[in-house]
């Protein structure tokens, strides 16, 4: 069993920064893909960001191209999502989120490729 706690969510103006930390227990997450999801009052729950179990790839929604970064440190068992230039559209609560397979995914953009999930943190951009 793997338990995930985020952290690092707050209230920020619009072009403000977080970084968003993610902290597994129960095992470790180097040789798992990770990956990152939001929702948004009233909508479903979406894709962030992904990267695989090396740390070699990366997969992005297109909404967070060019300002989201995740990153990982497996000696910490932590995964990071760094967010820049926040926008009001990225008010939400985020999920950091990990599979029961090790190694590649078929699909790293898909909710039903993880199994585990956190508790959330809320994220809010006031512009």
């Known amino acids: 069993q793997v338990q995930l706690v985020e952290s690092g969510g707050g209230l920020v103006q619009a072009g403000g920064s977080l970084r968003l930390s993610c902290a597994a227990s129960?095992?470790?997450?180097?040789?798992?893909?990770m990956g990152w999801f939001r929702q948004a009052p009233g909508k479903e729950r979406e894709f962030v960001a992904a990267?695989?179990?090396?740390?070699?790839?990366?997969f992005y929604a297109d909404s967070v191209k060019g300002r989201f970064t995740i990153s990982r440190d497996n000696a910490k068992n932590t995964v990071y999502l760094q967010m820049n230039n926040l926008k009001g559209e990225d008010t939400a609560v985020y999920y950091c989120?990990?599979?029961?397979?090790?190694?590649?995914?078929?699909?790293?953009?898909?909710?039903?490729?993880?199994?585990?999930w956190g508790q959330g943190t809320q994220v809010t951009v006031s512009s």
């Open positions: 989120a990990a599979p029961k397979t090790p190694w590649n995914l078929r699909d790293y953009t898909h909710s039903r490729t993880y199994d585990y």
């Open positions: 129960g095992r470790t997450v180097s040789t798992y893909a």
């Open positions: 990267v695989t179990w090396s740390g070699g790839s990366t």
